[in-house]
């Protein structure tokens, strides 16, 4: 309470109204998977659009695993996931890239065997898209020695400490001045120029002669060029070599540089540079590339590519198929792996890995069945856990209907839903347009249901959508083929004339009737998720009738809210819903072991899977 000791007017801020509760996101998705490049340890990044996985993760283009028995190249199932998510409709995705290395000691990433020996170019994260091109350019300006009054040294202009600048030298036995990069210092109040690899050491102002030496600044453009169909050239311009300068060449190539961006975005490092720009040029651009300069210099042209230098980055490695393991990932190191990454992202509300069900060609049928089933398992495993999520599980592929039954009877959770068959696209890789390929259903059923939620409401079932993007399905199913399948909780795609390839089915693989349809299970998690978070602030509070029907207000506001969008059943809110928090709700012993306990009940609404019209004859005389 305030204290009031001195006479006067206090105005003191209250509230009349109950808390509010916001409805949490339902269309954030989080993929696992396979992928051609990027981080596959810490934090999962949000993506937008399929732009921004490709910048982080590479391209579409298709992955290599190695193994015992040889080479095994596979469709980039999490990149075409990715693209389907989008296209039909999603908005937010988080990816978390699954990665096996060959063996321990090799890291699968792409160095450049002809470096300078004192250095090393690396690709940053493993992955045959390391394998990539990249073209180190030097620019040269003006020269910036100025003569001043006579008995005067001359001066320099735009250039400023930790710069690198080319000191040209004209052709003479006699000059002390070698000509070569030198960094710029500063000697009092003066700039000087260094090289410890040159004699003399430093050049003051003093040693130069305007019309005899001239000094021109030096700056480096960076191209990098990752092998893939698609794959867009990343150029960096006006960078120094200098490594304290305000646009260094080496805080921006750097293992571990201070921005997320640049760790995500820039695709390779630079190890072993020094503390010296001047000689970091040398060593970069070698000997040829100096004669050119010494060229352009001394006024010629040589050609663009002559003050070019091209180091091709070689041995990067997609590492073995992922194990069901590497799926589920741990936190024992330094960062988070697999699936565990994702417990630290609360807005995560469906979780895919798509092309995990795929057949391998180097594994025993046996071993490629358990390795499915037990990725499906901890999918399933990672859901229940995290209580606010469901997994969307992909059939495997070029399966019988009875091969699929017998899939879908090995689990059985409220937290997951089955997808089959495999959806047929165009390969965007053939270009000719004409090689179709079938990608796994995960992806497309996650941008549905982001489409589903924004468009009619997350209680609204994913069902009777349009599959944007398919040209068909793996296997064209009829009625009596889902009559089977749909009971078992097995949601299939069908064609119909005239109206295109939809998904029909929108039920769980549980065998409680109650959980039987996935829209009451995310809907579900969606009013838990809610009122968990929008009632945080009654922790600690008196525990009280003030608090009990404080508590009441709120989650009947927003329940309220939720029976007029159409979630809830009922004509009135009475028949919708019911908020108990009373002494009815709680015993002494919950008051004294300082338990709050509310009772809400909802009336949710269910899709009509069956419509029924019964239809009958009658005369005209008889009564209706």
Sequence with gaps: MPEYLAPGAYVEEVSFRAKSIEGVSTSVAGFIGPTRYGPWAGEPELLTSFADFERIYGGIDRLTFESSAGEEEQENYLAHAVRAFFDNG??????????????????????????????????????????MRIVFAVKTSANLLIAQQPGMPPRVNGIREHDVVFIGVPTSPLDSIQEGFYDVVREGDALAFENATSLPALVRMDDLEPGRHT??????????????????????????????????????????????????????????????????AELLL???????????????????????????????SDGRLPTPVTYEG?????????????????????????????????????????????????????CE??????????????????????????????????YY????????????????????PSGFVAGIYARTDVLHGVF???????????????????????????????????????????????????????????SVRRYFAYLEHSIDRGTQWAVFENNNDALWANVRRTIEDFLVNEWRNGALLGLKPEEAFFVRCD?????????????????????????AEYVIFRIGQFTADSRR
């Design 421 to 440: 068959p495999w959806i047929t696209v165009l390969d965007p890789l053939d270009p000719d347009g004409r090689r179709e390929i079938d990608l796994p």
């Design 90 to 131: 999603g908005s937010k995705l988080y990816v978390m890239r699954v990665y096996e290395p060959l063996n321990l000691s090799d890291s699968g990433t792409a160095s450049a065997p002809d470096a300078p020996p004192t250095l090393a170019l690396r690709a940053r994260f493993p992955g045959r898209a390391g394998r």
């Design 330 to 382: 741990d936190d024992t190191g330094r960062a988070k792996t697999g699936l565990q990454a994702f417990e630290d992202v609360e807005e995560i509300s469906m979780v895919a890995a798509p092309g995990s069900t795929k057949k391998s060609a180097n594994l025993g049928e046996i071993e490629d069945q358990n390795r499915a089933l037990q990725i499906v398992q901890y999918l399933i495993i990672h």
């Design 460 to 518: 609204k079932a994913p069902a009777n959508e349009v599959v944007l993007g398919a040209i068909g399905f793996e296997m064209l199913l009829n009625k009596a083929q889902q009559d089977v399948l749909n009971p078992l909780g097995i949601n299939c795609f069908r064609f119909f004339e005239g109206r295109g390839f939809r998904l029909w089915g929108a039920r769980t693989v549980s065998s409680d009737p109650e959980w039987k349809y996935i």
């Design 215 to 280: 000094v021109s600044l030096v700056t480096l453009t960076v191209r990098a060029l990752r092998p893939g169909r698609f794959e867009d050239e990343q150029v960096w311009t006006e960078l120094s070599p200098h490594p304290r300068s305000r646009s260094a060449l080496t805080a921006l190539f750097t293992q571990e540089p201070e921005s997320r961006r640049h760790y995500l975005t820039v695709p390779f490092a630079i190890e072993g540079a020094g503390a010296s720009g001047a000689q970091l």
């Design 385 to 418: 856990r995290m209580r606010y999520r469901v997994a969307v599980l992909d059939a495997p592929d070029d399966q019988l209907a009875s091969e699929v039954r017998d899939f879908r009877g090995k689990f059985d959770s409220t937290h997951a839903a089955l």
């Design 583 to 607: 002494r009815s709700t709680m015993t002494q012993n919950d008051l004294d072991n300082g338990r709050l306990v509310c009772l809400i009940g909802v009336a949710v609404v269910k899709p």
């Design 286 to 316: 070698g000997h040829d590339v100096l004669l050119a300069i010494r060229q352009s210099v001394a006024g010629g042209r040589p050609l663009p590519t002559a003050l070019e230098r091209v180091y091709m980055l070689t041995g990067g």
